[in-house]
């Protein structure tokens, strides 16, 4: 390399921001020359780590925005632990067409089935695959609305989790919510229907909604939409933290004893 080449290279490539193949191009050129490369298979390999990691800071900026409170991924879903779960209609889900077909997906359990873990898993997945994300409690959600609103920019607010592919309520159902929270709620979610997709854990069947939301009327046309096309996954096996809990106490009872 001629002299000042390298410096010049390196001033060129951090002006177009090519960091990737600054960082790599001393190694990649060294071993293009101990193998004889052709140019046109070193320049592509300079490309195609540049462009895998631009794709990996993607996915951790989509991760980062969706707000995931753990992370929780499907191959560490204890599936022995919820025996009728369909493990098909799961694999279906991972894949993403829901997404692309503004379908819903809702579970509905009771405490500590895994509801939130499947819910970030599948968040996850969608993040893979270059669906925006947003994850949120229903009462955080709520409560961000409550804000907005007093801020005069609900609006704003609103149209900003409208761009989002994906969105995930959790634990609707442990927090009544106010007038004004409900109809926010109910906002967003009428602005999404068969326009995003949303994914739902509760702890309520949707007869007891109407307790969450105050509002008979309101309730029955959110339900109308949210269930229209929607995936309704029923976790009704028993509760995984309880089960675990139990366990640590006859081991604990048992150590005691001897």
Not at 197 to 210: K, R, Y
Request: net charge positive; with cysteine; glycine share 6%.
């Amino acid at each position: 390399m001629k002299p000042g080449t390298e410096v010049l290279l390196s001033e060129h490539l951090k002006q177009l921001k090519l960091t990737t193949i600054l960082r790599q191009y001393p190694v990649l050129a060294r071993q293009a020359r101990e193998n004889g490369s052709a140019y046109e298979d070193f320049l592509l390999s300079l490309i195609e780590a540049e462009m895998q990691a631009r794709a990996d800071n993607r996915l951790k900026r989509r991760i980062r925005d969706a707000r995931f409170p753990l992370m929780k991924t499907m191959e560490s879903f204890d599936y022995d632990a919820a025996p009728d779960l369909d493990r098909r209609l799961v694999k279906e889900l991972v894949g993403g067409s829901y997404i692309q077909e503004h379908k819903n997906v809702i579970f509905v359990g009771k405490t500590g089935t895994g509801k939130t873990h499947l819910a970030t898993a599948l968040g996850l997945e969608a993040c893979r695959q270059g669906v925006r994300t947003r994850f949120a409690s229903g009462a955080g959600l709520v409560n961000e609305l409550i804000e907005a609103r007093s801020e005069r920019v609900t609006n704003r607010v609103i149209q900003r989790i409208s761009r989002h592919g994906l969105l995930i309520l959790d634990e609707l159902g442990y927090v009544p919510f106010s007038r004004e929270g409900s109809q926010l709620l109910f906002q967003v979610l009428a602005d999404r229907y068969e326009r995003g997709s949303v994914i739902i854990t509760t702890n309520l069947g949707f007869a007891d909604w109407t307790q969450l939301f105050g509002d008979p009327t309101l309730t029955a046309a959110l339900l109308d939409r949210l269930t229209h096309r929607a995936h309704i996954i029923l976790c009704n096996w028993e509760s995984y933290r309880l089960k675990e809990s139990l366990k640590k106490k006859t081991l604990t009872t048992t150590k005691v004893k001897k």
